[in-house]
């Protein structure tokens, strides 16, 4: 038989396995010529490099690889291939706790930069701000590396140690050394200021952020609040759902995001809520991104309150998780607008009022200081 007819046999086997799969049917039924001929390249170019690499290779780890690099290839820093370790990483992450040193990165000008640290952890603690990027991790140039595989790097046991190597503006590089830990995450705080004002915090959105948002908004209201300042200041974001229960208890009935596919496919989610009850001021800054930007911008496009602070983050796009086994896929799958139909993706949000400073610090900010100011001027 001659090579030609082996590496042929060899193909048909591997597309006739696929294929038994129902997916794998109907996928192929939807391909045209350009992709069938695609398909056939993929399957010889695993073919070749199974039976012909001086070594034995595992076909999970190529496999592996090859979903790795379709993944990458589609130049999107939020569609990211999660390997099994990453995989349950992250999915306790969203459920409250998770091992690092306390900071959400991203990628953003072809840099992996800190899109928010969360409070109280080592990152924080250590003065990593958001709009740091970082450039290397323990040496290794952060360049050519992928945003999963920047996260794995970061993380590690708890008490080990990493050095991040950060520029910040125009300042020279600089090295942070720190201590990685549990990272017990509660994402919402909050407190009642003089006269009357609510004051809420929300670090990031998480399974738990929605009834703990609801419970400590009951708390306020039956002390009296009379305003509510909500800070999404370096709030990376989170779970989309949980950003909608909570604008569903700020702005008017209507819409409050709209989720749009690639085929025009429109979901929108609405607010219940029938009167806005009390002036309302939202703080936001450059670390305000994804699910805050979907209460920012509802707040903003509906009226329902003042956004105070600087410019927002701008990622308005949608991910999703699909599992493979282990494994997992979060991918990209849709972009989201604003009740005004705005898209917000590589933009941002600007303010209603900008103010360029503030540092959470009792006295020293001015953000919440111009945001107590416009709440007084409503109910006086």
């Known amino acids: 038989m001659s090579k030609r007819k082996v590496i042929v046999g060899a193909l048909l086997l591997v597309v006739l396995t696929f294929t038994a799969t129902v997916g794998g049917f109907l996928y192929l039924l939807r391909l045209n010529s350009s992709d069938i001929a695609s398909t056939f390249k993929f399957f010889r170019a695993l073919h070749i490099v199974k039976s012909r690499y001086v070594e034995e290779v595992p076909m999970d ?49 072809k840099m992996l930069t800190v899109v928010s640290p969360i409070e109280g952890t080592p990152g924080d603690k250590a003065g990593i701000k958001s709009g740091d990027r970082i450039t290397k991790i323990d040496g290794h140039d952060t360049k050519d590396m992928t945003l999963d595989e920047a996260v794995n790097k970061i993380r590690g046991p708890e008490g080990s140690q990493v050095t991040l190597t950060i520029v910040r503006g ?84 209507g819409p409050v ?50 956004l105070v602070g600087t410019k927002t983050y701008g990622k308005g796009s949608v991910q999703t998780l699909m599992r493979l086994g282990d494994d997992a896929i979060k991918l990209t799958i849709a972009k989201y607008l604003t ?31 111009k945001a107590v100011e416009i709440i007084k001027s409503k109910i006086e």
């Open 339 to 369: 009740p005004a139909g705005r898209s917000i993706n590589g933009v941002g949000i600007e303010p209603d009022v900008k103010v360029e400073y503030g540092s959470r610090e009792p006295g020293l900010d001015a953000q919440l200081d």
């Open 170 to 253: 125009a300042d020279p590089a600089k090295d942070y050394t720190v201590t990685r830990s549990n990272i017990q995450i509660k994402t919402v705080s909050g407190k009642m200021l003089p006269d009357n004002i609510g004051y809420i915090r929300i670090s990031m959105f998480n399974e738990n952020t929605a009834s703990d948002f609801i419970h400590k908004l009951q708390e306020l209201e039956k002390a009296g609040m009379k305003g509510l300042v909500l800070d999404l200041r370096d709030n990376p974001g989170g779970l989309l759902d949980e950003s909608v229960k909570v604008a569903d208890k700020l702005v008017p009935k």
């Open 61 to 109: 780890t190529l496999m592996i690889g090859a979903v790795r690099g379709m993944v990458a290839s589609l130049g999107d820093p939020h569609s990211v291939y999660m390997d099994a370790k990453l995989f349950k990483e992250f999915m306790i992450e969203t459920e409250g706790s998770f091992g690092g040193v306390g900071i959400v990165v991203g990628v953003k000008d």
């Open 257 to 306: 995001v709209s989720v749009v596919t690639r085929t025009g496919e429109r979901e929108t989610h609405n607010s219940t809520l029938e009167i806005v009850k009390y002036p309302l001021v939202v703080l936001v800054n450059g670390g305000s991104a994804s699910a805050s930007e979907i209460v920012a911008g509802a707040v903003q496009d509906t009226g329902a309150g003042t």
